[in-house]
Antibody
């Protein structure tokens, strides 16, 4: 069974760092792109960026470039999303998802539909 | 940035009836469009990709159509479990989502 299992909820203070994880199982981790999506409380979905664990090729949405870092560790089939200095506005639900269907090569990168999702990680940043 | 606009914001339909949700792109996205369903407290679920291809395990009552800038998601005969939020997403360039359509029971 293909599964993406995310790390648990986090409560942090502004200025702190954070790294959340997305543990993959049930398929070849290095063969599919994994993306991250933000959902702020009561709001819609925002695509943040993607990584290809096979070679760590990473692409960021212009809106999130420089704000977060996406990485992956092939040895433990886990993708990560991290912040070096959190802000209150980073409070949101974060989802990881496998991008594997309808794949096209476009100027922004290799993109497609996200067919398997993690359960989400809630990040709360408050003083 | 390609702006995706969904309409209506809220759609009230009775079980057993047809629901039609619309999504418009601010510029052509070809057929690089997906639809997702999200229920409260759950992650989104992929319904349609490539504008009209049903994802694995998605019932045939869900269908997608359109290309370029105008897209439609149709649910032919609504079941109780279909009522949820629906998002379209373009992936022709930096992916962006629409603001969502809430499908509620009439």
């Amino acid at each position: 069974e293909v599964q993406l299992v995310q790390s648990g909820a986090e409560v942090k203070k502004p200025g702190e760092s954070l790294k959340i994880s997305c543990k993959v199982s049930g398929y070849s981790f290095t063969s599919y792109w994994i993306g991250w999506v933000r959902q702020m409380p009561g709001k819609g979905l925002e695509w943040m960026g993607i990584i290809y664990p096979g070679d760590s090729d990473t692409r960021y949405s212009p809106s999130f470039q420089g704000q977060v870092t996406i990485s992956a560790d092939k040895s433990i089939t886990t993708a990560y999303l991290q912040w070096s200095s959190l802000k209150a506005s980073d409070s949101a639900m974060y989802y990881c998802a496998r991008q594997s269907v309808g794949i096209v090569i476009v100027p922004a990168g290799i993109l497609g539909g996200m067919d398997v999702w993690g359960q989400g990680t809630t990040v709360t940043v408050s003083s | 940035e390609i702006v995706m606009t969904q309409s209506p914001a809220i759609l009230s339909v009775s079980p057993g009836e047809r629901a039609t949700l619309s999504c418009r792109a601010s510029q052509s996205v070809s057929s690089n469009l997906a639809w997702y369903q999200q229920k409260p407290g759950q992650a989104p679920r992929l319904l349609i990709y490539g504008a009209s291809i049903r994802a694995t395990g998605i019932p045939a009552r869900f269908s997608g159509s359109g290309s370029g800038t105008e897209f439609t998601l149709t649910i032919s005969s609504l079941q109780s479990e279909d009522f949820a939020l629906f998002y379209c997403q373009q992936y022709n360039n930096w992916p962006t989502f629409g603001q969502g359509t809430k499908l509620e029971i009439k």
